[in-house]
């Protein structure tokens, strides 16, 4: 059997976007709650409003992302970066977005990676959306990162990306 160039494609990003997200989860998990509140300067985000803002695109950009703009009209982009979410209405936000993403990446076939979508009212293929998303993803969980190391201070423990 003769596994086509979609079907890994489509693999290959399902895989790096479930290691973006388990080592965000992992330095999640070494830091108290309150210090995912905690940013750099009066100019930069801190890991709750980066993580409402990556999960709010992910379920705007994935719900119905064959058939409707990528850019809902419920979502609020403004909102995304106002530090309102916390505890446990924050992870579940966050691995809402990540399940709507996940789920609709499963749903898709090989045929659909040739089809074109839109966001923002921009024609894309849909290729160029999961890179877009791959891209995006890898960008704030590096920053994510950056900062649990940051505020968890001597007690970080090197993430090693595996499975639990």
């Known amino acids: 059997m003769t596994i086509s160039l979609e079907h890994t494609l489509l693999e290959e990003a399902k895989a790096s976007l479930t290691s973006a997200k388990?080592?965000?989860d992992n330095a999640i998990e070494q830091i108290?709650?309150?210090q995912l509140h905690i940013s750099l300067d009066g100019e930069t985000n801190c890991i709750a409003v980066i993580m409402k803002h990556l999960a709010s695109t992910l379920k705007s950009r994935w719900t119905d992302f064959l058939t409707t703009d990528g850019e809902k009209?419920?979502?609020n982009r403004e909102d995304e970066f106002v530090d309102t979410l916390s505890g446990q209405s924050l992870l579940d936000s966050w691995d809402d977005?990540?399940?709507?993403?996940?789920?609709t990446l499963d749903s898709?076939?090989?045929d659909d990676l040739r089809k074109t979508v839109t966001i923002r009212g921009e024609s894309?293929?849909?290729t160029q959306a999961i890179s877009r998303t791959l891209i995006?993803?890898?960008?704030?969980?590096g920053q994510i990162?950056?900062?649990?190391r940051h505020v968890a201070g001597p007690k970080w423990k090197m993430i090693w990306n595996k499975s639990k």
Do not use: M, N, Y
Not at 97 to 103: E, I, M, P, R, T
Not at 136 to 141: L, N
């Open 145 to 148: 990162l950056l900062l649990a």
């Open 73 to 75: 009209p419920w979502r």
């Open 108 to 110: 898709l076939t090989p």
């Open 124 to 126: 894309q293929t849909v």
């Open 32 to 34: 108290p709650e309150e």
């Open 97 to 103: 977005g990540w399940k709507c993403l996940f789920d």
């Open 136 to 141: 995006h993803a890898c960008i704030h969980a």
């Open 22 to 24: 388990r080592l965000v």
